[in-house]
């Protein structure tokens, strides 16, 4: 999905079955949304996985024994390349489907609108956004709701 102004490539790929969860064009839909206007070009690959791969993932790389909802991964270029070298690898997203059909069941909301956001969240963490401070936190729900909010989603935020 790109435009005149904008290279934005986003893979999806699917670590299990597909049954429930959003095609690989909603993906990348709601990654290019949280992408443009913040970056001409970049490269995302989105991975849905299981609770197995979820959890060993996040065991693996943040000391946590559970599978969480998303993972973002920012890419590391090596240092030293020429300064012609270009690559716009942004990083991975990695979205556990069980992890995200629950949560959207016990916040009461459609499966398809929390998918939305954690793709939106996860790649505005790539993007350098956090949430570590309350200031931080704040900067990120408020561009999180105004880009869900132009994808025609309610506030995530907002209790059901």
């Known amino acids: 999905m790109t ?14 079955a597909r049954k429930g969860i959003p095609a690989a ?9 949280a992408l443009a206007g913040r970056v001409r070009e970049a490269d995302v690959a989105i991975r849905i996985v299981d609770s197995r791969e979820g959890r060993s993932l996040n065991r693996h790389y ?3 024994d559970y599978a969480t909802n998303v993972l973002s991964f920012p890419a590391e270029l090596p240092e030293g390349l020429p300064e ?3 690559m716009p690898l942004l990083g991975d997203l990695v979205i556990c489907a069980p992890v ?11 499966p398809a609108a929390h998918y939305a956001h954690l793709t939106v969240h996860g790649v505005l963490h790539l ?3 956090d949430h570590e401070d309350e200031r931080e936190a704040e900067a990120m729900e408020r561009l ?3 880009i869900l909010a132009g994808l025609g989603f309610d506030d995530p935020y907002l209790d059901a």
């Open 25 to 33: 064009a909603s993906f990348r839909k709601w990654a290019v949304a």
């Open 127 to 129: 993007l350098g956004c």
């Open 144 to 146: 999180e709701r105004e």
């Open 84 to 86: 012609e070298f270009h």
């Open 62 to 64: 943040r000391g946590k």
């Open 3 to 16: 435009d005149s102004h904008e290279h934005l490539n986003v893979a999806v790929g699917y670590g299990m």
């Open 100 to 110: 995200v059909a629950r949560e959207a069941r016990e916040q009461g909301k459609l």
